[in-house]
Each structure stands twice: as structure tokens, then as C-alpha cells.
T-cell receptor
Framework: DVKVTQSSRYLVKRTGEKVFLECVQDMDHENMFWYRQDPGLGLRLIYFSYDVKMKEKGDIPEGYSVSREKKERFSLILESASTNQTSMYLC?????????????FGPGTRLTVT | GNSVTQMEGPVTLSEEAFLTINCTYTATGYPSLFWYVQYPGEGLQLLLKATKADDKGSNKGFEATYRKETTSFHLEKGSVQVSDSAVYFCALHYGNNRLAFGKGNQVVVIP
């Protein structure tokens, strides 16, 4: 069974802290994605990576950075967390093969910044 | 640009009722279209997809037909169950394997 796992289901951090969200996939997928999900706004793409050490900004990259040192792992970093980054964060992965490009999602991390 | 529009607001209906969730899209070319479902406390799962005009995707009693002339991909189910209560997202595939999502519709099925 295909699997995308995220390091935490719930996380509470203080304003100004550095926050790491980890995502691991076991499907040997080339592409990995970070979204945030907010009520009334749907899913918005923060960053994605199409290969190891490669990354591309999504629609809302401000305040975030990412790291992909290994194919199976994609990290989202909040350098200095702020209250407006309180949200649900979803990681996803997909194959580069155009015939199999649907994205597979992890369970999400609900981050609260106080 | 590439975007998806879903009907506004939650959908509440009784068990065994007919469900329709509207989805229209704006895109260059003919993108593949998807419906994803998110059950409470979980991530998104692919529900169904269609890759070209007039294709019908189907799964778990849900159906959606890719209509190029109306740029639509409406989701339907003939008889919903309480277990269908979830959030449903329409999405289109574009560019370098990206997906553009609609805002989602909360569906609540009452016994």
C-alpha cells in the first residue's frame, strides 16, 4: 500500500520559533509537494520539489523554505513562526510519469503558533 | 491562468438523496481533471479522474464527466450514505505535475 507519512499530527509552537515539518514517501516518487489548507481557501501550494535538491516556489512561499536531501524525504521549514502560519499542512507526492501523475497525500500536520 | 471553481457553501442532505457538486475550470489546453475526498482527520484521497473530453470517471458510486463545451466536471452520486460525509475537492493537472484545487465542499449526510 502506498504511503506518505508526516512526522507529527499536531504541533504547537511559539511565535519566533524555527519549525520543521517532515514528510516521507515510500513510492519512489520524483515529485513532492507542501500545501497548506485553510477554511474557505482550499489547498494552496507552498513549494514543490521535482528531484533531490531541486525545488520550485508555489503560490505562497513567503515565510517558508524547504529541503530535499534524499528522494523519499521533503522538509518544510518555518524560519520564524508567526501566528498567521497556524494552519493544516499537507504533504503529497507523485510520479513524474505522465500516466501516473495523481498526487498521494499524507494525513496532515495541524500546526498552531501561539 | 489555471483555476477551479466549486459551488459555494456546505451541502447537507439526507441519506439516500442524490448528490451533485458543481465544478468548473479555466485552463489552457485540455488538462486532466480529478475529484479528491478528505474524510475527517485524514489527508486527501483520489476519488476519481478523467484525462480527456467526454471521459467519465467513476468510483464508489460517484461519477463525473469531463465536459469540454461547458468546462465542467460535476460530481454526482445517486444515493448517498452517512459514510460519504467528507470534504470534496475538484482539481486540474497543469504544468510540471502541479494540481490546482477548488476550495472544497463540505458534505454532511444526515441519517
Amino acid at each position: 500500500d502506498v504511503k506518505v507519512t508526516q512526522s507529527s499530527r499536531y504541533l504547537v509552537k511559539r511565535t519566533g520559533e524555527k519549525v520543521f515539518l517532515e514528510c516521507v514517501q515510500d513510492m519512489d516518487h520524483e515529485n513532492m509537494f507542501w500545501y497548506r489548507q485553510d477554511p474557505g481557501l482550499g489547498l494552496r501550494l507552498i513549494y514543490f520539489s521535482y528531484d533531490v535538491k531541486m525545488k520550485e516556489k508555489g503560490d505562497i512561499p513567503e515565510g517558508y523554505s524547504v529541503s530535499r536531501e534524499k528522494k523519499e524525504r521533503f522538509s518544510l521549514i518555518l524560519e520564524s513562526a508567526s501566528t498567521n502560519q497556524t494552519s493544516m499542512y499537507l504533504c503529497a507526492s507523485s510520479s513524474r510519469d505522465q500516466a501516473r501523475y495523481e498526487q498521494y497525500f499524507g494525513p496532515g500536520t495541524r500546526l498552531t503558533v501561539t | 491562468g489555471n483555476s477551479v471553481t466549486q459551488m459555494e457553501g456546505p451541502v447537507t442532505l439526507s441519506e439516500e438523496a442524490f448528490l451533485t457538486i458543481n465544478c468548473t475550470y479555466t485552463a489552457t489546453g485540455y488538462p486532466s481533471l480529478f475529484w479528491y475526498v478528505q474524510y475527517p482527520g485524514e489527508g486527501l484521497q483520489l476519488l476519481l479522474k478523467a484525462t480527456k473530453a467526454d471521459d467519465k470517471g467513476s468510483n464508489k458510486g460517484f461519477e463525473a464527466t469531463y465536459r469540454k463545451e461547458t468546462t465542467s466536471f460535476h460530481l454526482e452520486k445517486g444515493s448517498v450514505q452517512v459514510s460519504d460525509s467528507a470534504v470534496y475537492f475538484c482539481a486540474l493537472h497543469y504544468g510540471n505535475n502541479r494540481l490546482a484545487f477548488g476550495k472544497g465542499n463540505q458534505v454532511v449526510v444526515i441519517p
